[in-house]
């Protein structure tokens, strides 16, 4: 069963945003030259991930997620909102892009345990190019690495979520995986290549309005903070701190939006119209 909807509700728009005002959303000081490096990316990403948390609300709040940068940036940027992986993702392609950075869009597939491998489009990642090296970049995927991942097949890289490494599958797809305990466990395999953001509007429908998206079964809102992670759902609110994990059980819808106010700045608001 297909959940597009597509007439006439997707523009990717070749929109020129304002960086400073984007800069400053994640903490970074405008008017700054940047050049391309891996430093300055690794900085661009953990400001954004640390600023603009990965939230599921307008799916449950009912707004319709719209493949329009020129929403993105409204939700984001000037509502100080957080968004999903096509919104923060596509979003944050245009700002390293219009800093200089050479990047893509490419199509993801998330695993479970349960499920294996999700389907094509399912997740949007983006692929950063420095010289001769290339790096899986994403802001969109809750609880995933927090710098930019080095594109070389085998190599273990290790930052402050855990450690990573990228492996070829035998069908010439890569997978990302992160180490649990003594083994490894699949991220997602994703491709190289270059997508537009209208291709990911047939799942994007089904993430918001399929009954059996994981999105559509209760709402998250998740950001990192400089030494954890802070976390609240329908059921509870978790606050990690270092090694230190503190749950906090949420008892009701006013509960729910009295803390989403007060740690993540965000109140239920009006569909944005542009």
């Given at each position: ?8 509700i997707?523009?990717?728009s070749a929109?020129e ?13 405008p008017?700054?030259n940047?050049v391309?490096?891996?430093?300055s ?22 707004p319709?997620?719209i493949?329009d940068?020129?929403r993105?940036?409204e939700?984001?940027?000037?509502g100080k909102r957080?968004?999903?992986?096509y919104?923060?993702?596509?979003l ?10 050479g990047?893509r869009?490419?199509?993801?597939r998330?695993?479970s345990?349960e ?5 094509e ?8 190019s ?5 790096y ?5 995927f809750g609880?995933f ?16 979520e855990?450690t ?6 035998e069908n010439?797809a890569?997978?990302?995986?992160k ?7 699949p991220?997602?395999m994703?491709g ?7 291709e990911?509007?047939e799942?994007c ?12 079964k ?15 759902t329908?059921?509870?609110?978790i ?6 994990r503190?749950?906090t ?9 009295e ?16």
């Amino acid at each position: 069963m297909s959940f597009y909807r597509g007439i006439g509700i997707i523009r990717y728009s070749a929109m020129e945003i304002d960086r400073d005002a984007y800069l400053s959303r994640i903490s970074v000081v405008p008017g700054v030259n940047f050049v391309p490096s891996r430093d300055s990316l690794e900085l661009l990403q953990i400001r954004h991930l640390e600023t603009v948390p990965f939230e599921n609300l307008d799916i449950h709040w009912k707004p319709p997620i719209i493949l329009d940068t020129n929403r993105f940036y409204e939700k984001i940027v000037v509502g100080k909102r957080g968004g999903f992986c096509y919104e923060l993702n596509g979003l944050f392609e245009m700002l390293l892009r219009s800093l200089g950075f050479g990047t893509r869009l490419v199509s993801a597939r998330p695993y479970s345990k349960e499920n294996g491998f999700g389907p094509e489009f399912d997740h949007a990642a983006i692929i950063v190019s420095l010289g001769d090296t290339e790096y899986l970049v994403d802001v969109g995927f809750g609880d995933f690495a927090a710098g930019p991942l080095k594109i070389a097949v085998g190599e273990e890289q290790t930052d402050r979520e855990g450690t990573f490494r990228i492996n070829e599958l035998e069908n010439g797809a890569l997978v990302v995986e992160k180490r649990r305990g003594d083994g490894w466990r699949p991220e997602y395999m994703f491709g190289m290549q270059g997508r537009n953001l209208a291709e990911f509007s047939e799942m994007c429908d089904f993430q918001q309005y399929s009954p059996d998206s994981h999105f559509t079964k209760g709402k998250i809102c998740s950001v990192l903070t400089t030494n954890g992670r802070k976390t609240l759902t329908d059921r509870s609110y978790i606050v990690t701190t270092n090694c230190d994990r503190v749950e906090t059980p949420v008892h009701s819808e006013a509960e729910f939006n009295e803390i989403l106010m007060r740690e993540f700045g965000i109140r239920q608001n009006e569909e944005i119209s542009i």
